[in-house]
T-cell receptor
Framework: AQSVTQPDIHITVSEGASLELRCNYSYGATPYLFWYVQSPGQGLQLLLKYFSGDTLVQGIKGFEAEFKRSQSSFNLRKPSVHWSDAAEYFCAVKQYGNKLVFGAGTILRVKS | GAGVSQSPRYKVAKRGQDVALRCDPISGHVSLFWYQQALGQGPEFLTYFQNEAQLDKSGLPSDRFFAERPEGSVSTLKIQRTQQEDSAVYLC?????????????FGEGSRLTVL
C-alpha cells in the first residue's frame, strides 16, 4: 500500500529565511502528489499538486515543490518565509479509488 | 455555499452515546469524502460518495460507523455507541468531478471528544 513519510514533526525558521519541508512516498507507479496546508481552525487548503510533466511545480502563496523519482521525494520549498506561513503542512499521495493518503504532517513555526 | 460546511464544530459525547456529524458540500460537487484526523496525525480516509452512491467505505473503522448521502448533497456521518478511541476531528471534503484530480475542498472539521 502507498505511504507518505514526513520526517520532520516540527520545523522552526526565521521570517525571511528559506524553507524546505521533506516528503517521501512509497508508490509503485508514477504518483499523484499533493501538498496541503492547515492553519489553526481552518480546513486543509491545497497548495500544489504533481501529476506528470515538469517535475518542478508552482503553487499558491509562493510555494513550489520538486518531484524526484530517484529519491521518491516531493519536497516543498519557499524562498522567503512570512509569519503568516506558520501552519501545519501535509504531503499526500493519491491512492486507487480517489483516496488520498496523508503523511503525519510538519508543523512550521516562524520566528520574527 | 461558498465552502464546505460542517456541523457541529465541536461535540462532546459520553461513552456509549450516538453522534451524528453533518457535512454540507460545495454546491454541485459530485464527490464527497470523510476523513478522520486523530491528534498529531494526518487525515485518514473513511469513506467516499459519488452523488448518492457510497463507492468506498473501506476506511470505516468498525460497524459502529455509518455514513449516508441520500440525495447526493448533504452527508451525515453517524457513530453509534461512541468509544474514547473515536475522539478525533472528522473532516469532510468535496470535489467537483470524481475527485480524480485530487483537488479536494475541505471543511473545518467536527471535533469529537468522547469522555
Amino acid at each position: 500500500a502507498q505511504s507518505v513519510t514526513q520526517p520532520d514533526i516540527h520545523i522552526t525558521v526565521s521570517e525571511g529565511a528559506s524553507l524546505e519541508l521533506r516528503c517521501n512516498y512509497s508508490y509503485g507507479a508514477t504518483p499523484y502528489l499533493f501538498w496541503y496546508v492547515q492553519s489553526p481552525g481552518q480546513g486543509l487548503q491545497l497548495l500544489l499538486k504533481y501529476f506528470s510533466g515538469d517535475t518542478l511545480v508552482q503553487g499558491i502563496k509562493g510555494f513550489e515543490a520538486e518531484f524526484k523519482r530517484s529519491q521518491s521525494s516531493f519536497n516543498l520549498r519557499k524562498p522567503s518565509v512570512h509569519w503568516s506561513d506558520a501552519a501545519e503542512y501535509f504531503c499526500a499521495v493519491k491512492q486507487y479509488g480517489n483516496k488520498l493518503v496523508f503523511g503525519a504532517g510538519t508543523i512550521l513555526r516562524v520566528k520574527s | 455555499g461558498a465552502g464546505v460546511s460542517q456541523s457541529p464544530r465541536y461535540k462532546v459525547a459520553k461513552r456509549g452515546q450516538d453522534v451524528a456529524l453533518r457535512c454540507d458540500p460545495i454546491s454541485g460537487h459530485v464527490s464527497l469524502f470523510w476523513y478522520q484526523q486523530a491528534l498529531g496525525q494526518g487525515p485518514e480516509f473513511l469513506t467516499y460518495f459519488q452523488n448518492e452512491a457510497q463507492l468506498d467505505k473501506s476506511g470505516l473503522p468498525s460497524d459502529r460507523f455509518f455514513a449516508e448521502r441520500p440525495e447526493g448533497s448533504v452527508s451525515t456521518l453517524k457513530i453509534q455507541r461512541t468509544q474514547q478511541e473515536d475522539s478525533a476531528v472528522y473532516l469532510c471534503a468535496s470535489s467537483l468531478i470524481g475527485g480524480e484530480t485530487g483537488e479536494l475542498f475541505f471543511g473545518e472539521g467536527s471535533r469529537l471528544t468522547v469522555l
